[in-house]
């Protein structure tokens, strides 16, 4: 059944909805903001809901004010921004490639960015803020290296995926490399930053993401027209007057950006960009890139997955980095095998 309605305005103008994408998106808002608030509550003094409410409204006591506003609201933030910022950059990946496998986890770019991560810990035993900076920059170089690799006339998915396979490779081992080289106190930071996590994040990983994100995402949703034409092939698109380099290319810098910037925000989490552009299509049925959708099931799977680590294991136990990966790990079998039955692979 088409759920697709025709919105008129005021002013005579004209807006198809999407019914089921919308109610969506909306679900997957409020479940994020669910979850969210009972992760501010959730560690070893616990508040109830409603209390954290009331905090947030500006009607706690002193000790709620400072356990959520300076110690939980930033880090739960960073993880809503975090997993949104995945959530789009992999749905962006996935649709200019028109290959579900085609997501940041499978193109190296968390490879390159935990390479230049473990360049600043390993080489110059760098601060917090250098390593983040050495994340944000590796991600860029893997990523523009992959897509100069890849140009040949253009640039087109399955080159991309097997270039980003190729130089996810040689990242890893260069990453292995270091690890092997650096003492055992190094070595210990950085497979802690390399596992992925939101422990310890405050409010200065808070406003870059902040920034970034509303710069990009209004930029990436104008877009979404051209991107959603392009899936008909180039020579379509540019007949329905798509400049489709220029648009491709303008995507896949804003995927790069977003994903590189959450990667150095809270270290390399696995598998949110691959699976949720996947699992929001699946819940809209809509053909496109989903993009709204994809970034609200981003941000909503990994303040969940940290806020069933935390009440599993207790507060900073497990990394949320783990939860995503073994997750995201048999939600990718599984895709390999569907993909397999249905003939695509």
């Given amino acids: 059944m088409n759920s697709n309605r025709v919105v008129r305005t005021p002013g005579g103008l004209s807006v198809r909805l999407d019914v089921r994408a919308a109610v969506v998106v909306a679900v997957l808002l409020l479940a994020a903001l669910a ?6 509550g959730t ?20 000790g709620q004010e400072f356990i959520v506003d300076e110690l939980r609201l930033p880090r739960v933030l960073v993880g809503l921004l975090v997993g ?42 760098g601060s917090a803020a250098q390593v983040t900076m ?47 080289v650096s003492d055992i106190v190094d070595a210990a930071r950085a497979v802690v930053w390399m596992t992925g996590s939101l422990s310890g994040r405050d409010w200065d990983q808070v406003w870059p993401l902040l920034a970034l994100c509303a710069v990009l ?22 007949a329905l007057g798509v400049r489709v380099e220029r648009v491709r290319a303008l995507l896949m810098v804003a995927a790069v950006l977003l994903t590189a910037t959450a990667t150095a925000a809270a270290g390399p989490v696995s598998f949110v960009a691959l699976t949720a552009p996947q699992l929001a299509r699946r819940l809209t049925r809509s053909p496109g890139p989903n993009l709204l959708s994809s970034l609200c099931m981003g941000a909503a799977l990994l303040v969940t997955a940290d806020l069933a680590s935390q009440r599993i294991f207790g507060a900073d136990q497990l990394p949320v980095g783990v939860v995503t990966g073994v997750l995201g790990g048999v939600y990718l079998l599984w895709l390999l095998v569907a993909e397999r039955k249905a003939g695509r692979i």
């Fill in 217 to 238: 995402v209004p930029l990436v949703l104008a877009n979404a027209r051209g991107l959603r034409l392009m899936e008909m092939g180039d020579d379509v698109s540019n």
């Fill in 35 to 40: 979850a969210s608030v009972l992760l501010i």
């Fill in 134 to 180: 050495g994340a944000l920059a590796g991600g860029l170089a893997t990523g523009l290296a992959i897509y100069l690799l890849a140009w040949k006339r253009g640039v087109h998915g399955y080159r991309l995926v097997l270039v980003g396979i190729g130089v996810s490779a040689i990242v890893t081992a260069v990453n292995g490399y270091l690890l092997t």
């Fill in 84 to 125: 949104a910022s995945l959530g789009l950059g992999g749905a962006l990946f996935q649709a200019v490639t028109r290959n579900p496998l085609g997501s940041p986890d499978v193109l190296g770019l968390g490879q390159g960015a935990t390479a230049g991560a473990l360049v600043m810990i390993v080489l110059f035993s």
């Fill in 43 to 62: 560690g070893d003094f616990p508040i109830s809901a409603g209390d954290v409410l009331k905090t947030l409204a500006g009607n706690g006591n002193a």
